[in-house]
Antibody
């Protein structure tokens, strides 16, 4: 079955750290960009970070730059998000998502997220 | 930074109604826009990318249009299973940076 399963969420104090994992199965994980997307309770979606197939490119939303690090292990079919210096506003369900790139020309691409995990809840509170 | 807005923030319509949701970018983004549906308690689902390309398996009552700054998602005949929040998402061709709109909640009247 094609699926993504997140783990590692929980309750952490402000300033603390947490490492999220996403286990992929049923598809060739190493062929895809991967992303993390979060959703605060009762709020909308926010893209957090993504990573190229070989890990050579990584991009982040401004609000997490310098605090969060995305990584992957293709041998283990796994995606990670190391979250440091956590703040109350980082409280959210964190989803991993498979990112598909559609080639229009050699330099123009469309993107979409076609497979999502069920998410893991991170709560930052004292 | 390019900001995304959606209108209305919520709507209530009858089964069979034509429903239109608008997404606006603060600057032109060509057709680098996707639409997602999130049903209550569920994970988001891709509906449309490249502003108007319907994802495989998505019912044909969903359609997208627009380019530049103004985009629309249309449900031609609203069904009970379409109750959800709909998000537009702009993306860069490169590097791949993404911004979601605030969402539009659709209910049945």
């Amino acid at each position: 079955e094609v699926q993504l399963v997140e783990s590692g969420g929980g309750l952490v104090q402000p300033g603390g750290s947490l490492r999220l994992s996403c286990a992929a199965s049923g598809f060739t994980f190493s062929s895809y960009w991967m992303s993390w997307v979060r959703q605060a309770p009762g709020k909308g979606l926010e893209w957090v970070a993504n990573i190229k197939q070989d890990g050579s490119e990584k991009y982040y939303v401004d609000s997490v730059k310098g605090r969060f690090t995305i990584s992957r292990d293709n041998a283990k079919n796994s995606l990670y998000l190391q979250m440091n210096s956590l703040r109350a506003e980082d409280t959210a369900v964190y989803y991993c998502a498979r990112s598909v790139r559609v080639v229009v020309t050699a330099i123009l691409f469309h993107w979409y997220f076609d497979l999502w995990g069920r998410g893991t809840l991170v709560t930052v509170s004292s | 930074d390019i900001q995304m807005t959606q209108s209305p923030s919520s709507l209530s319509a009858s089964v069979g109604d034509r429903v239109t949701i608008t997404c606006r970018a603060s600057q032109g983004i060509s057709n680098y826009l996707a639409w997602y549906q999130q049903k209550p308690g569920k994970v988001p689902k891709l509906l449309i990318y490249a502003a108007s390309t319907l994802q495989s398996g998505v019912p044909s009552r969903f359609s997208g249009s627009g380019s530049g700054t103004d985009f629309t998602l249309t449900i031609s005949s609203l069904q009970p299973e379409d109750v959800a929040t709909y998000y537009c998402q702009k993306y860069n061709s490169a590097p791949p940076i993404f911004t979601f709109g605030p969402g539009t909640k659709v209910d049945i009247k």
